[in-house]
Every structure is written in structure tokens, then in C-alpha cells.
């Protein structure tokens, strides 16, 4: 009895896709640097541990996270993961329970109903058949939502669905083909005896009035063992390699490991545990404001993934960071796509099937050549000062920010000076989301230099894009303020009078200040002490990109006044007399594509200034200020 | 030496702009339109340099940098496309919405594939 073929390709592919999983995850190990080592195997003893397997839990098995933003799409994957898991489980648990022995092989869990046809009559183990029909039913239904999205995209609520590979239309055939394969096997089965609950037993009934169900039984168990092998051979050159992976990443995450700027074992766990959900592309501005339909986030890791050359697709992106907002795996895409932007040519090596199976992926990691260099630049010995003030370059296309900025220092009675008053060197940003670092780094030390000459306590900046860079690549002792954090530190230590303006207004969140730098809060404070702060349908961490971005090299202007448009469409929704920003940048973008005025934060705040001068309230502002920030 | 003398009567004699069309290099405008279709739309007005953030601390100019490559003159390109600094400026200026930064980006790409003899 136990010599059927027909468990040969379960077995088959069962222990293929164990003995793979075990020998890459070894080689992903060795190759993770060695403070990455010890954060995993420290992760693993303690509570990152304890966390992992919570998340893996909630987000693997319940994907309560894509329950959250699609509930039928959350019932869909939660049925085939939790479900499936549930029956592997308790088949173990019934096999040990109700087989003949202890301890059997995986195969007679997954084939126990051939190898216990008669099994469940009465008593404990009916109950228990109910139970497993039940679990049955409940994948069976989830796999009726998943033919039906694949068809009918429309239906589940998602807006595009991704393209696949013909490995994945296999292994897609193979997942779908199971689960159906093991109701019929079981049902003719238990049609041939009698037995089954109440879907088995009564589809098996049924079946057997009419078909000679003991001969049939046969090819539809070969079909579920082949479906299942089949399933497990492909699943590490498919896009379903996803479901394991995902575990990893989430090991690794909770130890503390990070993408950080080098392509690693951590990069590569992350580009297969995508499961190409789509979610990226619902909320990408270059998808349905700009109508480019081909450089989301998924297919730029399925490029990744395949070794093709993405230079186009990587380049092509705002980096706006709403997609890796989105993304249920929590893949850090835009430290991902900056990697990938690092990188110098390289071939396109369109992945055979044997290279989808190598164990570590050899891209090539050479950095672009420098083509810039700023050996022109002339170091100034800068003004000592407490405050240094950095409009940034793209604050100087906007004027009417650094007079606001000024007026409103001058009335603090913030003692300060002008770092780039007469035109200051670029902070390096845009270098950086070009991919070109090492020029960056020439820019960063000459300003850098600058300001720690200046002996600065506080560098204020009206730009989010320097407010980044200074955050995150700058070694400085002085504390970076955006000028909204900083007005809203004047106000809240008294040094700011203002009055108070009769006006809704609408605040969008920059993307470099909002999700690039977690700056949510200051600016609404600021807004809300001197106009009606309305609220916007996108707004905090899934406000919109203005469409100006610097992290996009290729775009057209006529594609970002799209994005534009659509923007500030969303934005003026609920007509406000003024559409604040934080950010020169947005602030010159929103102004051509909407009639209602746009003004950055320190325009509005200066609007509230007392009319005559009036003394200004000389407190020592700038000592106290200081001290506020607590790094006197 | 010419041009020194030439100064003590007052008088100085500009470096030749003839354009020799049998010395132009159309390869690197031929790439930079190809990869940047935009450039096609420049009609030099010069707003970019105005705004340029470089412009302020050397002599770079992207209006002459554009010359330079419609010309094909090749030799004063290569250390012009050195100076920007990509920061965007002149994007936001350019009234013919010429994506300035990727010509730039461009440029450079194309030269460094010429010194390659890729191009
Ligand atoms: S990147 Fe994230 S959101 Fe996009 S398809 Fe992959 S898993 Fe889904
Ligand atoms: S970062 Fe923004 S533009 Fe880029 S893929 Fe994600 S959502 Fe789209
Ligand atoms: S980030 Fe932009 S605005 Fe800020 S200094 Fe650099 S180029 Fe200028
Ligand atoms: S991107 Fe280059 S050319 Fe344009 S303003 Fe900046 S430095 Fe000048
Ligand atoms: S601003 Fe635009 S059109 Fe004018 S010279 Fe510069 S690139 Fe050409």
C-alpha cells in the first residue's frame, strides 16, 4: 500500500525545494557583512525573535496589511496562506493521530485519505473530517477570487495587475490545479468508499452515482502530487519564491539589518520577496497621472530579479517613496532604486532558466565614473554666527521665501547669517539621486566645511531637498531645522508675535520633508496658529508628489505638469484660499498648474507679522533657541 | 604673443569663430538628441545660465555648453560638462522646457563613451 508511484513528484519536489532553501539561505548568510552577521544571530536569540514570528504570522499567513487596504484581496491571499498552512498542520496532526504509526513521512499527511480511504466514519475523527473539509472549502474559495482577478482584474478592486513570466503562468497553473486536484482525489475517493464529510463525502457521492469513481480516484491523486511537485520545483525560478522568502526578510529586518548603500544578501532577499501584489502601482503618480505604465516598483525589482538592464526604468522614477509607503513586504524600494542608480553600465543578461536558480546573483557592482568634478570651488572662511541661514538654490528662483524667511527672523530678533546670500554651492542632493555620490561628496565637504567653520548651533534651510541631505549625509554638530520646524520653535518659545489670518488654507507635504524626513507635525502647528488648517484627502504620509522632483532625470515637463495638475487638482479640492508648501521647489511647480495661490509656509507666517514694525521683542532669542534644541 | 602685442594698440583680436564644418563632430549631439529629445527644443535664450548655481563660482555656461555640441565642437565640451552640479535650477527656468539636467547627464555619458571609442 505504501508503494504508490504517485508520491514520487511530491517527494520529488518536497525535498528539492528544502535542500535548495537550506543551501541559499547558507550562502545568503555568508555573503551578509560581518556586522549584519551578528545582528542576525543576536537577532535570534531575544525579542526580535519573538517579533519575527508575530509578524510572519499577521503579515505571511493573515496578510492583515493587505486586509487593510483591499479586504477582498486580503481574504484571497489570507485563504490560500493561512489556509493552506491550517491544512498542512492539521493533516500532520491527523495523520499522526488517526495513521497507523507516528511520525510518518510529510507524503502520508498530504495523501491520507488515499492511504486511509475509510477513515472518519464516526465518533472524534467525523468531526475531525468536517473540520478538514472545512479548511478545504475555505482555499477553495480564495482560489475562486484569485481565477477570477486574474480575468477580471476589475473585480477584487485592483486597479492594473502585473505581467508574468512563463515560469510563473507554470507555476500559476501548478498552484491553481492543487487544491481542485485534491477535492476531486479525495471525492471520488471517498465516493469509491463511502466516507468523506460534507464536501468530499457528498461531491464524492455524487461523482460516484454516475462514474466508476475507484478507477478515476487514481489520476487525480497523480494530478495532485504532480501539481504539488511540479509546484515546488518551480517555485524558486517564480514569482511565488516570494512566500518563503518573505520569512527571511522579516528575520532579518527585526534583527536590525538594513539596505543601506551597497547591493548585499539583503538587497537580493528583497528583490525575491516581493510578490509582485501591485499594490506600487495603484499609487504611483507616474502610472496614472503621467499614463508610464512600465516603471513601477514591481517591474523594477522583476528587472532586478531577472538581471535585465533597468538603467531606463531605475532613472525613471520621482523617488517620491509613496510606493515603498504601500508596499505590504515593507522592501525598501527607493534605497533599492538608489543602488541601482549607483551602478555603471551593465549588460543585459536576460536570465536563462538554470541562472534563476544560482544560489547568488553576480551583478556587476561597478560605480558610475565621476564625469563631474568641483576643483573651481573656492573655500571662503565663513562669518561666525549662531544661526546659519541656507535658503538653498532652488529658494533663490523663489525670492519672495528668503524675504519672508529674513522678515520673520528680523522680527525674533534671531541673530543670524546668510550662508549662500550671494549664491551658495548645491547641497548635493540631486548628485546623489542621480547616482553620483562621489561627486556628491565633493559638494558636502566643501559645505560642510562652511558650516563648521561658522561655528553654528542651529542651520536652518528652506529647502526639504538640503534639509535631507544635511540630515543624512553631512557630519555637522550644528542641529539642521527646516525653517518650518524653526518658525515653530520661535513661536513656541515667544520670540514670534503674529496675528492671525482669516483664511482656509490647504497644506501639502513635500516629499523629501514629509516621508524623506518624517517632518509631518511642525508645519501644521505652524499653519494652524495663523489660518484654518483644512485637511486634504492625501495627505502626511501619502501626500502626492508636485511632480517637480530631482530624483527624476528623464521625465519630460510635459509628463510632470500632468502630475502637476493632477496634484493640485486633489489638493484644491475643497477650494482653499491658499495652498501652502514647504518647499520652493513644489511651491514653482504648483504655481503653473493651479488658479489658487500658492505660498510656501514662511510667506504665510510672514503674512502674519504685525503691520507696523513694532520693536521687535529682543529676548536673547537666538540663546534661547538654542537651548531649546538642547545642544548648547 | 600676437594677441599681447595686439593689446598695445588697443586693439584685441577675438579667437576665430569660424565654424569649420569638415572638423565637427556630430556624434555627441547625435546621442544627446537621441537620449534627450528635449535638446532639439533649446532656442538659447540663456535663461539657464542665468540661474545656474555653478555659473556663480566658474565660467560655466550651459547655453555655450549647447552651442558647443550642435557645433561639434568636441575639445571645449569636455571640460565644460564637468562644472554642473545637476541641482536644477536652470529646469525651472528654461521656457522651452528643455530637460537641461539630463543634457548635461548626457553629455558627459557621451564623452566618457567617446574616450572609450564606444560611440
Ligand atoms: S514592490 Fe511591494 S508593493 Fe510592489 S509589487 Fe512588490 S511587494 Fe507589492
Ligand atoms: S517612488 Fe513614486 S514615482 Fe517612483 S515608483 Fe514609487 S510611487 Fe512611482
Ligand atoms: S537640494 Fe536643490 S534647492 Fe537644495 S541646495 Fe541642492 S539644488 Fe539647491
Ligand atoms: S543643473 Fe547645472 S546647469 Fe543647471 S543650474 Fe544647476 S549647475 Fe547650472
Ligand atoms: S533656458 Fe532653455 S531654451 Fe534657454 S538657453 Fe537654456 S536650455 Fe536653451
Avoid at chain 1, 525545494?17 to 542576525?40: A, C, E, H, Q
Avoid at chain 1, 523617488?319 to 553600465?345: D, F, K
Avoid at chain 1, 505652524?526 to 502626511?540: D, F, G, M
Avoid at chain 1, 491658499?578 to 518647499?583: D, F, K, N, P
Wanted: glycine share 8%; aromatic share 10%; hydrophobic share 40%.
Amino acid at each position: 500500500m505504501n508503494s504508490e508511484f504517485f508520491i514520487t513528484p511530491f517527494n520529488l519536489g518536497l525535498y528539492f525545494i528544502l535542500i535548495y532553501s537550506v543551501v541559499r539561505s547558507t550562502v545568503w548568510f555568508r555573503n551578509l557583512s560581518r556586522s549584519d552577521k551578528l545582528r542576525l544571530q543576536r537577532g535570534f536569540f531575544g525579542r526580535p525573535f519573538m517579533d519575527s514570528l508575530r509578524e510572519i504570522f499577521m503579515e505571511s499567513l493573515l496578510h492583515r496589511k493587505i486586509f487593510r487596504k483591499n479586504p477582498v484581496l486580503g481574504y484571497m491571499h489570507m485563504s490560500l496562506a493561512f489556509g493552506w498552512f491550517l491544512l498542512i498542520v492539521f493533516g500532520t496532526i491527523e495523520a499522526d493521530f488517526f495513521g497507523e504509526k507516528h511520525l510518518n513521512p510529510p507524503s502520508h499527511a498530504i495523501f491520507f485519505r488515499w492511504f486511509n480511504p475509510e477513515h472518519g466514519a464516526e465518533g472524534f475523527a467525523r468531526i475531525y473530517n468536517v473540520w478538514m473539509d472545512l479548511l478545504l472549502a475555505f482555499i477553495l474559495s480564495g482560489l475562486l477570487l484569485a481565477v477570477i482577478k486574474r480575468f477580471i482584474p476589475g473585480m477584487v478592486g485592483m486597479k492594473k495587475r502585473t505581467r508574468h513570466t512563463w515560469t510563473d503562468r507554470v507555476a500559476l497553473i501548478s498552484l491553481w490545479l492543487i487544491f481542485p486536484s485534491r477535492l476531486f482525489a479525495e471525492s471520488f475517493t471517498c465516493g469509491a468508499h463511502g466516507s468523506g464529510s460534507f464536501l468530499t463525502g457528498n461531491l464524492g457521492a455524487a461523482l460516484a452515482s454516475f462514474l466508476p469513481a475507484a478507477e478515476i480516484a487514481p489520476w487525480f491523486w497523480w494530478l495532485y502530487s504532480l501539481s504539488l511537485g511540479i509546484f515546488f520545483l518551480l517555485l524558486p525560478v517564480s514569482r511565488y519564491f516570494h512566500i518563503p522568502i518573505e520569512l527571511f526578510l522579516i528575520f532579518m529586518r527585526n534583527s536590525g539589518i538594513n539596505t543601506g548603500d551597497r547591493s548585499s544578501s539583503y538587497t537580493e532577499v528583497q528583490t525575491h520577496a516581493c510578490s509582485s501584489c501591485g499594490v506600487c502601482i495603484s499609487v504611483c503618480q507616474m502610472s496614472y497621472a503621467a499614463g508610464i505604465n512600465d516603471i513601477q516598483s514591481v517591474y523594477f525589482i522583476k528587472g532586478l530579479r531577472n538581471d535585465r538592464d533597468i538603467a531606463a526604468i531605475t532613472a525613471n522614477c520621482l523617488m517620491c517613496g509613496r510606493c515603498e509607503e504601500v508596499c505590504p513586504v515593507g522592501i525598501e524600494l527607493g534605497p533599492m532604486r538608489l543602488i541601482e542608480r549607483r551602478q555603471g553600465e551593465r549588460e543585459d543578461g536576460t536570465l536563462r532558466l538554470a541562472g534563476k536558480y544560482s544560489l547568488m546573483r553576480k551583478r556587476s557592482s561597478i560605480e558610475k565614473i565621476p564625469t563631474q568634478s568641483y576643483g573651481y570651488l573656492v573655500r571662503e572662511e565663513p562669518q561666525k554666527a549662531d544661526v546659519l541661514f541656507f535658503a538653498g538654490c532652488m529658494t533663490h528662483l523663489t525670492p519672495s521665501v528668503i524675504v519672508a524667511m529674513k522678515k520673520i527672523m528680523e522680527s525674533a530678533g534671531v541673530k543670524y547669517r546668510f550662508m549662500d546670500e550671494k549664491g551658495g554651492v548645491c547641497c548635493g542632493r540631486p548628485l546623489m539621486l542621480a547616482g553620483r555620490d562621489r561627486e556628491a561628496r565633493e559638494l558636502i565637504n566643501h559645505n560642510s566645511d562652511i558650516i563648521w567653520k561658522s561655528g553654528a548651533q542651529i542651520l536652518v534651510t528652506s529647502c526639504p531637498i538640503c534639509y535631507k541631505v544635511f540630515r543624512e549625509s553631512y557630519y555637522l554638530d550644528a542641529t539642521v531645522m527646516h525653517h518650518s520646524e524653526f518658525i515653530n520653535l520661535l513661536i513656541e518659545e515667544g520670540s514670534l508675535r503674529l496675528g492671525y489670518l482669516h483664511k482656509k488654507v490647504v497644506y501639502h507635504d513635500p516629499c523629501e520633508l514629509g516621508r524623506g524626513s518624517g517632518i509631518y507635525d511642525e508645519p501644521r502647528a505652524v499653519i494652524s496658529y495663523v489660518a484654518e488648517l483644512q485637511q486634504a484627502s492625501q495627505e502626511r504620509n501619502m501626500s502626492l508628489c508636485c511632480g517637480g522632483s530631482l530624483g527624476n532625470l528623464t521625465l519630460s515637463s510635459d509628463k510632470r505638469a500632468l502630475i502637476a495638475a493632477d496634484a493640485a487638482r486633489t489638493l484644491t479640492m475643497s477650494c482653499p484660499d491658499e495652498l501652502i508648501t514647504a518647499c520652493p521647489l513644489c511651491k514653482k511647480t504648483f504655481v503653473q498648474s493651479t488658479k489658487t495661490k500658492v505660498s510656501d509656509i514662511a510667506e504665510l507666517v510672514a503674512a502674519a507679522l504685525p503691520r507696523p514694525a513694532v520693536k521687535a521683542v529682543k529676548k536673547r532669542a537666538t540663546r534661547a533657541a538654542v537651548k531649546a534644541t538642547g545642544n548648547s | 604673443m600676437s594677441l599681447n602685442q595686439a593689446n598695445k594698440f588697443g586693439f584685441v583680436i577675438n579667437p576665430s569663430r569660424l565654424i569649420d564644418y569638415d572638423s565637427s563632430d556630430r556624434k555627441v549631439r547625435d546621442y544627446v538628441t537621441l537620449r534627450e529629445p528635449s535638446f532639439k527644443l533649446c532656442f538659447a535664450c540663456g535663461g539657464c545660465t542665468a540661474a545656474c548655481t555653478a555659473g556663480q563660482h566658474t565660467s560655466f555656461n550651459l547655453r555655450r555648453m549647447i552651442t558647443y555640441i550642435r557645433r561639434g565642437e568636441i575639445e571645449p565640451l569636455r571640460d565644460e560638462v564637468t562644472r554642473c552640479m545637476l541641482c536644477g535650477k536652470c529646469l525651472l527656468v528654461c521656457p522651452r522646457g528643455v530637460n537641461t539636467r539630463n543634457v548635461v547627464a548626457v553629455t558627459a555619458e557621451a564623452i566618457s563613451k567617446l574616450d572609450r571609442n564606444e560611440l
